[in-house]
């Protein structure tokens, strides 16, 4: 019998009618199936707002690992899975490594919040869709290629990710939201496309590249071509 019963080590629950998840003794959360995760987040209530007079939610993590989380060191996602739903490892603060398949197609927000010992991801070039906050505070990530078919790269999507010390952006990338590499202190290697569109307020600030003095001339930031304050 496993340690954990059906819920952890050993373990086997559905996720979903096509999708279930095994956590092994060795910290290894696999992620099998087809289709869409789905399951992993929930809006809880917090209370009426009586200045603004509406109601208020806050989303959470309810992924059944997530009371295992620490336990997760290895996070697989096998092949016939496109998409990871929104906050799925979330919190997992001693994960190390993501694998990641082809056949993924979207990522949802902040999948990898908080996965603060994530140090390297391969996103695969089918993946078409990051969300909000996907890696927002991945404290230890330095390296991440993104996907060569990205249009969007999100708000918040490596926000505080402070040990990332290089980026390039993909020829397909049009627009880059607000605060997408907000706080970055050690990103000072920016590659961006010729095909940006928009660039929003916040999107570098106070990365490692915005904070250095030489590369702001009379007021004004770029990075290659594109104006960013």
């Known amino acids: 019998d496993s340690e954990w019963g059906d819920n952890g080590y050993g373990g086997v629950e559905c996720i979903n009618s096509n999708a ?34 509406y109601d208020t939610y806050s989303l959470e993590c309810v992924a059944p690992w997530y009371d295992l989380r620490e336990n997760v060191k290895y996070i697989i996602v096998q092949e016939g899975i496109n998409y990871i739903s929104e906050l799925a490892f979330s919190d997992c603060t001693n994960v190390l490594i993501a694998q990641l398949p082809e056949s993924l197609q979207y990522i949802d927000s902040g999948a990898f919040y908080k996965c603060q010992s994530l140090v390297e991801i391969d996103i695969p070039d089918s993946v078409k869709s990051i969300g909000d906050g996907c890696f927002q505070e991945c404290e230890s990530l330095t390296k991440v290629e993104l996907p060569s078919e990205l249009c969007y790269i999100q708000s918040y999507t490596f926000d505080g990710c402070e040990s990332l010390k290089s980026i390039v952006v993909p020829e397909s990338v049009e627009y880059i939201l607000s605060h997408a590499f907000w706080a970055c202190d050690n990103l000072t290697e920016i590659s961006l496309p010729d095909s940006l569109k928009l660039i929003e307020s916040g999107a570098f600030g106070y990365t490692g590249y915005y904070d250095d003095p030489q590369n702001w001339d009379n007021g004004v930031l770029y990075i290659g071509n594109c104006l960013i304050d």
């Open 20 to 53: 279930s998840w095994t956590l092994d003794d060795q910290g290894i959360l696999t992620i099998s199936g087809t289709g869409r995760m789905s399951g992993t987040a929930e809006e809880v209530y917090q209370g009426h707002d009586d200045y603004w007079g």
